[in-house]
């Protein structure tokens, strides 16, 4: 059961409008045309960008712009049982909507029938993989140089114990009563992915959705950071 004490911790310490320790880091893998490595709580997140490239695969390419593809995988270690290897409904799914929450920011109409290919890797799983993954993959399309108009992040708000909270752990995750996952663009705060699941009034909707945002924000400053020291390491090694 989860428990929030009289003094608004949560049970691993956190407010109810703070989010879990991030970490993030640009151009760590040296064959990928763009990385990043992400952590937040209990996640370990790696993501590699290749392209734009072309593709033989022609029912997904579209003569006027380049297409996104997403792969997001979790690996079987990656959760406490043993996930069987491969892909699922699930993974599916995420990397439709990775797919679609990505595109808007990109400017691909410089790359007609040319394919960028993003390959999301859950390494462990601890709750909002999603919205980690969006904000990775974000961190990586930048890093490979492809020209975008905004950075996308993700982050959730929910209901636990009839109060809404940010950045849902696992375990809130599983035992709360509703998520909503968002990504936005960092800039003009456009929403790329909105998403629900549980109950909500109308208000805790609201709130929920102006705290995932705000969440966001928060998240925006460390892909910004992650960036200018990737730049910073590459203007240092080119003198």
């Known amino acids: ?19 879990r320790p991030l970490k993030i880091e640009a151009g760590v893998l040296e064959r990928a045309d763009g990385s990043a490595y992400l ?21 997904l390419l579209k003569p006027n712009t380049g297409v996104i593809r997403c792969r997001y995988n979790m690996a079987p270690f990656s959760v406490d049982d043993r996930k069987r290897p491969g892909p699922d409904r699930r993974s599916t799914e995420i990397s439709k909507i990775a797919a679609e929450a990505l595109r808007p920011s990109l400017m691909l ?6 394919m960028v290919d993003v390959f999301i890797e859950i390494i462990e ?18 890093d490979a140089g492809i020209p975008m108009k905004d950075l996308v992040v993700g982050c959730a708000a929910g209901k636990v114990n009839d109060e809404i ?11 709360g009563q509703a998520d909503v996952p968002i990504a936005m663009m960092s800039r003009t705060e456009e ?23 705000e969440g966001c924000r928060q998240v925006n400053k460390v892909q ?16």
Request: proline letters at 2%; a negative charge.
């Open 1 to 19: 059961m989860i428990s929030i004490t009289k003094n608004d911790k949560r049970d691993d310490g956190r407010k109810f409008d703070e989010i």
């Open 165 to 175: 909270v940010l950045d849902l752990s696992e375990k809130e995750d599983k035992e």
């Open 191 to 213: 929403i790329t992915l909105l998403q629900s699941d549980g109950n909500l009034s109308e208000d805790e909707f609201k709130k929920a959705l102006d705290l995932a945002m």
């Open 39 to 59: 952590e937040v709580g209990g996640n370990k997140i790696l993501v590699a960008v290749y392209g734009p490239r072309e593709s033989y695969i022609r029912r």
């Open 125 to 142: 799983a601890e709750g909002g993989t999603r919205c980690a993954g969006i904000t990775a993959a974000s961190v990586a399309l930048a």
């Open 224 to 239: 910004i950071e992650a960036l200018k020291t990737k730049h910073a390491q590459d203007v240092e090694s080119e003198s």
């Open 109 to 114: 109409e410089g790359f007609p029938r040319s």
